[in-house]
């Protein structure tokens, strides 16, 4: 069976069992049949227009063809892969979005795009994921788009071998999105550690900002101020860091 890919990227690239790959013929996902659900902006018409070169299914993974159980949130993780138009090099997360709000399903998204590189063009792929952030009970959900690092496209992997036996959907959902998020296919406690991990950056920047403020004032009463900021942070940024390497 000749399987669906996104550029030189598919299901069995990607490293996917060959069960979850759809068929080349099924493919292709023509861009009008995720508009029809949603009101959408003029900016977001336009990137699907002009940014977004191709659609495509490229694998979907569910109990009926992996060794998986049913989840109680994620019934089914779908691969969606989408080719840039030329000289677009972001990913398109306001496409992203659209997508995946409209299914309960979990989508992983493959973004292929062609860069230079050594007087040719390299295609490269990340994969991205929409999550919701952590948040409280009874609260609106907020989400948000992650995606990985650029690699060459033929270096994209995803690992589905680090779930146990007897896991579930939901399972290789959380270790996908630890994959994506935080490079490790260890997926317990991933809103605890996404949002240690926000922590971390927001502290390290604040030190940043208190050591260029330190190293400017000249008040003496100023910078002994600024100097207790700086260290209350650092401590702080010290314990979240103990923490994320236990």
């Not at 979005?97 to 409209?102: F, P, R, S």
């Not at 690992?159 to 959380?174: F, Q, Y």
């Not at 190293?215 to 600024?226: L, S, T, V, W």
């Given at each position: 069976?000749?399987?669906?890919?996104?550029?030189?990227?598919?299901?069995?690239?990607?490293?996917?069992?060959?069960?979850?790959?759809?068929?080349?013929?099924?493919?292709?996902?023509?861009?009008?049949?995720?508009?029809?659900?949603?009101?959408?902006?003029?900016?977001?018409?336009k990137?699907?227009?002009?940014?977004?070169?191709?659609?495509?299914?490229?694998?979907?993974?569910?109990?009926?063809?992996?060794?998986?159980?049913?989840?109680?949130?994620?019934?089914?993780?779908?691969?969606?892969?989408?080719?840039?138009?030329?000289?677009?090099?972001?990913?398109?997360?306001?496409?992203?979005?659209?997508?995946?709000?409209?299914?309960?399903?979990?989508?992983?998204?493959a973004?292929?795009?062609?860069?230079?590189?050594?007087?040719?063009t390299?295609?490269?792929?990340?994969?991205?994921?929409?999550?919701?952030?952590?948040?409280?009970?009874?609260?609106?959900?907020?989400?948000q788009?992650?995606?990985?690092?650029?690699?060459?496209?033929?270096?994209?992997?995803l690992e589905?071998?680090?779930?146990?036996?007897?896991?579930?959907?939901?399972?290789?959902?959380?270790?996908?999105?630890?994959?994506?998020?935080?490079?490790?296919?260890?997926?317990?406690?991933?809103?605890?550690?996404?949002?240690?991990?926000?922590?971390?950056?927001?502290?390290?920047?604040?030190?940043?900002?208190?050591?260029?403020?330190?190293?400017?004032?000249?008040?003496?009463?100023?910078?002994?101020?600024?100097?207790?900021?700086?260290?209350?942070?650092?401590?702080?940024?010290?314990?979240?860091?103990?923490?994320?390497?236990a």
């Amino acid at each position: 069976m000749t399987v669906a890919h996104c550029g030189s990227v598919s299901a069995l690239t990607l490293g996917l069992p060959a069960a979850t790959a759809i068929p080349e013929a099924k493919g292709s996902l023509p861009k009008a049949m995720f508009v029809g659900h949603a009101t959408i902006s003029a900016k977001l018409s336009k990137q699907l227009k002009n940014d977004i070169a191709g659609i495509s299914l490229l694998a979907i993974a569910r109990p009926a063809n992996t060794q998986l159980t049913a989840g109680a949130k994620i019934p089914e993780i779908l691969v969606i892969g989408l080719k840039l138009a030329a000289k677009v090099t972001t990913v398109p997360t306001e496409t992203i979005e659209l997508i995946a709000a409209q299914r309960k399903s979990g989508i992983v998204f493959a973004v292929v795009r062609g860069m230079p590189f050594e007087g040719t063009t390299r295609e490269e792929c990340t994969l991205a994921v929409r999550r919701a952030l952590p948040g409280r009970a009874g609260h609106t959900p907020v989400h948000q788009v992650f995606a990985g690092e650029w690699k060459p496209a033929g270096e994209v992997t995803l690992e589905t071998d680090g779930v146990p036996e007897g896991a579930s959907t939901d399972d290789l959902w959380e270790s996908i999105c630890a994959q994506i998020i935080l490079g490790t296919p260890d997926g317990a406690d991933l809103d605890a550690r996404i949002t240690r991990r926000a922590q971390i950056r927001q502290l390290e920047a604040t030190v940043d900002k208190l050591v260029r403020d330190h190293q400017r004032a000249k008040d003496a009463d100023q910078r002994n101020e600024i100097y207790a900021q700086l260290h209350k942070a650092k401590q702080q940024l010290d314990a979240l860091v103990a923490q994320a390497t236990a």
